[in-house]
């Protein structure tokens, strides 16, 4: 069969895409260092010309303070199109690699900051397209999308991913696979970022205390709230993870403040969660409690028309030797925006390994050749 064939050439270019993965790694591209993603994505593109040519549409888009997006279609042998999606972004600052530079160990497991979120299935996405074009196998107008904005919330390429999935046949999402044995990604929950902001009354401690309303302990009482509205049977988890306030010890606060990450898998938790953050009051009624900050993705929740293209991705990869599992996983992805829309999308189509975010960051690249091999058949599969 021809992913057979697909899978045997990558196996022989596995050498040239671990030098890619090199050649990518290598470029530092932590998301709040406009300079540094500028130049990123600069190389990324000329890489990707050196492997598929120049394509027959370049679109640039502006990501203000952070990294810029780039849109390049491809034409295929079928007049439907594809949207590959990929970030180029990492949550590593610059300098990181200096300390811990690109390797490969004897058992080929590779290293470095970003290798398995996400540039690993970078170079599996721009192979794969190289691969079918090698073969001469049908394949779709393949659009690839590469954000410089995914790691802090997709802000600015948020309505790009939206309009770009709307006339497509299938959204594919080459972020990293769940798990060692490479699980592809039909569920992930939605996700909010707040901050809830206490003002007190400052006074002495020792003095008058009774003048002063502590805006610390005020928010203690709240942050117990706060972490009660999670709840497991709804997938629903609050995650107080920063608290900051007060000046000094011996005095009464006038200020603290928290951070909070939510994640939700079932859209109406949203609603839930947004009215018991407005209903916060603090007990003392001298002090003021403001909420901030809001949802920057919805919820991946399966649909029919991503449930097919799963379906498909389990044959190819049978036809491959390994069986595919889908999973549901914390994090989210642009592939929440298609989700939410109602619009067929598989997401984890990229590298197997572990780490994200971490410093144990690494990827198997003995599963490459295979993970190129099931993009490539998917896309195949769409155009036929």
């Known amino acids: 069969m021809s992913v057979h064939r697909i899978q045997a050439l990558a196996r022989t270019a596995l050498p040239e895409m671990t030098d890619d993965l090199r050649t990518l ?10 300079e540094l993603m500028d130049a990123g994505l600069a190389a990324l593109e000329a890489w990707a010309g050196r492997r598929l040519g120049s394509p027959d549409e370049r679109r640039h888009h502006d990501g203000g303070p952070h990294g810029d997006m780039l849109e390049l279609l491809y034409r295929g042998t079928s007049p439907v199109t594809v949207l590959v999606l990929c970030h180029y972004d990492t949550v590593w600052p610059a300098g990181t690699l200096a300390e811990w530079p690109f390797h490969v160990d004897d058992d080929q497991l590779a290293t470095g900051p970003g290798v398995f979120d996400m540039k690993c299935g970078l170079v599996q996405a721009v192979w794969a397209l190289s691969l079918l074009r090698r073969l001469g196998l049908p394949r779709p107008a393949v659009r690839l999308f590469l ?12 309505p790009h991913v939206e309009r770009l999935s709307e006339d497509v046949v299938a959204t594919l999402v080459c972020e990293a696979a769940a798990g060692p044995k490479g699980a592809l990604k039909t569920a992930r929950k939605g996700g909010g970022i707040f901050e809830v902001t206490v003002e007190g009354v400052e006074a002495h401690a020792g003095l008058e205390p009774e003048r002063g309303a502590s805006a610390v302990h005020a928010l203690a009482e709240l942050v117990t709230s706060i972490a009660a509205l999670g709840s497991p049977e709804q997938g629903t988890t609050v995650n107080v993870g920063v608290i900051s306030g007060g000046t000094r010890g011996n005095v009464v606060a006038g200020h603290a403040r928290c951070a909070i990450d939510v994640r939700i898998a079932v859209p109406a938790e949203a609603a839930r969660i947004d009215a018991a953050l407005a209903a916060l009051r603090p007990a003392d009624p001298r002090v003021r409690a403001t909420v901030t900050g809001g949802w920057n993705r919805p919820p991946m929740v399966p649909s029919p028309a991503s449930g097919l293209l799963f379906k498909q991705a389990q044959s190819i990869a049978a036809d491959l ?8 996983v914390g994090g989210a992805s642009d592939g929440n925006f298609v989700a939410a829309l109602g619009r067929p999308v598989l997401d984890g189509l990229g590298a197997v390994g572990d780490g994200a975010h971490a410093r144990h960051e690494h990827v198997h690249l003995d599963h490459v050749p295979t993970r190129t091999a099931l993009i490539a058949g998917l896309l195949s599969a769409c155009a036929t």
């Open 147 to 158: 954000n410089g904005d995914e790691e802090i919330g997709s802000p600015a390429s948020r």
């Open 25 to 34: 790694v290598e470029l530092e591209t932590p998301s709040n260092d406009k």
């Open 321 to 328: 030797g390994w069986t595919a599992h889908g999973t549901s």
